[in-house]
DNA sequence: TTTTTTGATGATAACGTTTCAATTAAGTTG
DNA sequence: CAACTTAATTGAAACGTTATCATCAAAAAA
């Protein structure tokens, strides 16, 4: 192209061309290329940090800058079908996830993309409505927590050619990576832990049977009592939803048992609460009538006046496995690779909240509730 | 169109054309409309929700159910300038702000919206691409808190038509609407519990005065102590970082001085927990030694053994105002109202930190730091 | 019936990018 | 300096929708 001086005229007409009250079309790659005399492809080229020649580079950088060009992200994941967006399933926003989706955003980010998130709140519908979203806004790589009722639709997804990556909670079936937490072993190092300072007694807040969490936590609880040869006791055996009324409810029945817990095992951060706020209203106290071990560590229990002794999830480490595996998927050769299944050790911190059984903790001390 | 026999042998097959090594190309609203036999705007009408001669209709569902379709919301974006994407940019997952997004999301999902978030970790050059990518993702609205970088970026993005909403921090400028809290009333009220339980030595763990949450709580406190004429002494003004270590470092600080105060109103949830940890420390006792008022409610406050009296921001209702704003901005005669600004009152929840003043905290009782 | 009104359908042009083959400019080498 | 090699540029064809408008079918009114 030559350097025309007969084009001049018409470029400086094209800015800021259509003003129509208010909404303004935004200017497109195609403005800048006239602007700056040089093809849409070079244009494309400098926004892409292709080489350009620096002539063409100052034009295209003065052009976008007089424009106020702004690259339309959806016409070009449209083309070359990148999104560049990850999505990210949480049930919710809690203590746990937040951190997690915190610092994958901030992973993310780092590699030029962007997190998508969704709260399902762990209904079906919205677990399906979120799949279907995704798909719809064609995200490059999908992170969930395992769900039966997604199978189905992880299977559509792969078979599109998008990975998903199962965490927190697995599910059988679908040959997708999952970043898991070995809950079972984290579970019995945690209950050990209270056999090992001298309780027997020792019950366990269990949350649903039915997913993958629930039951490997419960059966650490059980590997350890078989460990340390202490009788496994039915009604120590608490189950509840995973939620704080469920703890509480759960709690007020193992206090009135003829021979109560003098430990307890609480398998997640909602129950403990529960349960923490029932012994709170029954005037026992932590630890000196009742120890107490949790499941996941929230500033909660770090900052109590009585701190609680629980298994802390590697929060960092999963969000750094689930980024390294999303760079790895959507890079050229890792997209064939067999599905990885990491299982990632959880760390226990002893705090305030476990104590040796007190001596008067003797059979028959029923709680009058 | 006739029913033709003679389409049949074609669409047969059309389904699962190209299976090129894993990546299959994903069906388009035009193999549907072949499948179906009939016009891609027929399709498009049908998935619009417009009405769809029966027979049509059933073509239709039929076709995508074989098909295994799903629309592609960028096109569908592109081409009628709506992406149903709200960016919501947030500084961190914080206590705080987690129920703010989770609301959000869920709201909007109502409406057929997806919520697009980001962390800026109040870092000035994340809060510049934060805006960038939204722009760039065309979001139909912007939802941030207040910096003062971002006032160019938000004015281009009014420029095109993007609505923007401002919450939890303002920042002056830009004819946008704002969704705030009443800090100052709300930190007049807090103070003023202190004094009228019979405190005079009343300190105050100030943010950053150059935001507007920490003038405006900063000059509650002053307010507060004007109208209980209750001198304002400048060394029980003690301003640091909005973070746990400033909030640590300010509160030793005042323990050290001749006459310590008797109260503290700490200015957020992190300078709280800082100075609960200094107090635990040096073996101060809440609220027996030291009466604690905070900004924040966040759960630690609830279930510590003695819980924390505090400022409780109306979380849910600002996510209901924000997307009651959105709601309007989107719809045809609301995009040209004048901006709204917003400010919401805050509760005072009374727990057990606040007290008296004991008798015993004369002049002179100064902490051996 | 015939005419009018209403409403769904069909074909095609956008939307703003990327990609690709063809072309031209710029370096390198003999 | 010619002949070759390499690299940047160009123009046009996608990508998968929605929007427009001219048709065409069906129901309502005459």
Known sequence: MSAGDETTIETQSVIRAAEEG?????????DVANEANVAIGTVSRYLNGLT???????????????LGY????????????????IGFMVPTLSEFHAPILEQMSSRMRKSGRAVLSYCHNDDPASVLDAIEFFAAHRVDCLVMDGHEEAIEG??????????????????????VDRVLVDNRTASARAVGHLLDIGHTRVAVLAGSLHDYAGSERLAGYKQAMVEHSVEIVPEYIAQAAWTESGGYAE?????????????????????????????????????????IVS??????????????TTVAQPVGKIAETIAGIIAS??????????????????????????????????PGSRADV
Chains 1, 2 share one sequence.
């Open 22 to 30: 208010g909404r303004r079309r935004a200017s497109t790659i195609i």
């Open 52 to 66: 350009v020649r620096a002539a063409n580079r100052d034009a295209i950088e003065t052009a976008i800058h007089r």
């Open 70 to 85: 702004r690259r339309n992200a959806l016409a070009a994941a449209m083309k070359s079908d990148l999104t560049n967006m």
């Open 154 to 175: 992880i299977r559509e997804l792969l078979a599109g050619g998008t990975p998903v990556i199962l965490y927190d909670n697995d599910v059988a079936g679908p040959p």
């Open 251 to 291: 709690m007020l029945r193992l206090l009135s048992l003829e021979e109560p817990p003098t430990a307890v095992f609480c398998c997640n951060y909602n129950m403990t609460v529960g349960a923490l706020a029932l012994l709170k209203e029954y005037g026992r106290r932590v630890p000196e009538d009742i120890s």
């Open 295 to 308: 499941f996941d560590d929230v500033p909660l229990f770090r900052l109590r006046e009585v701190g609680i």
């Open 329 to 362: 998927r959507l890079s050229e050769d890792g997209a064939h690779h067999a599905p990885h299944s990491i299982t990632l050790a959880c760390d226990i911190i002893l705090r305030e909240s476990t104590r040796r059984p007190h001596a008067a903790s003797t």
